[in-house]
């Protein structure tokens, strides 16, 4: 019988080798983990980006409107209405259209003289279509206009509402001519009726 010579058993692994194949083992584990989860956070759909905060509100259409002499002042009736059977309530929205950047435009004196009635739409006034009859502002028992009194300084692109009361004309006049200084008038404006609350 032959002696059959088996090879050399290999040596002992070190220490070194022992810990050499699970650390391995483990990087591969982690690194699978690492782009499952990666591949689970792209496949996630995102939440879409919350929308805007709400536009602002259109500004309300006008019943007629003119520019002034100044080429960038947009003058609008946007109501005149009847606010008692003597009265109209006539209210005007004044937009500065000049560019971007441009300096503050003074409308302290646009729209009445200087003095106790600066600030108003003392001189705005109303014409039958005749131009019969005209109706200028009211005022109160220390001779004040009625309605608003604004001297700031209008900035580019702003729109400020303006208003004041004025003696109603007759039942049948259902149209009137708004005169503004300085600007072509504003013809054939319709007299409203404000709806009142009914209890």
Excluded at 34 to 44: E, N, Q, V, Y
Excluded at 82 to 110: C, H, K, M, N
Excluded at 117 to 126: F, I, K, P, Q, S
Aim: net charge negative.
């Amino acid at each position: 019988m032959t002696d059959t010579q088996l090879p050399p058993a290999p040596p002992p692994p070190s220490s070194r080798q022992r810990w050499l194949l699970p650390a391995a083992g483990l990087t591969l584990v982690l690194a699978a983990l690492l782009a499952i989860g990666a591949l689970r956070r792209s496949d996630t759909p995102r939440p879409a980006p919350a929308p805007a905060g709400p536009a602002a509100p259109a500004p309300p259409p006008v019943l007629a409107e003119t520019t002034g002499e100044e080429g960038h002042l947009t003058i609008g009736v946007v109501s005149l209405d009847r606010v008692a059977a003597d009265t109209l309530e006539l209210r005007l929205a004044v937009t500065y259209t000049a560019a971007a950047g441009s300096p503050a435009l003074d409308i302290s004196q646009r729209f009445s003289a200087d003095g106790p009635d600066r600030g108003t739409l003392a001189e705005v006034y109303l014409a039958d279509l005749s131009h019969e009859h005209k109706f200028f502002v009211l005022r109160d028992g220390q001779n004040a206009p009625l309605g608003s009194r604004d001297v700031t300084p209008l900035a580019a692109g702003e729109r400020r509402i303006l208003w004041a009361r004025y003696p109603a004309p007759g039942e049948e006049d259902l149209e009137v001519v708004v005169h503004v200084p300085h600007a072509d008038p504003l013809p054939n404006v319709p007299v409203g009726q404000r709806p009142t609350n009914t209890p």
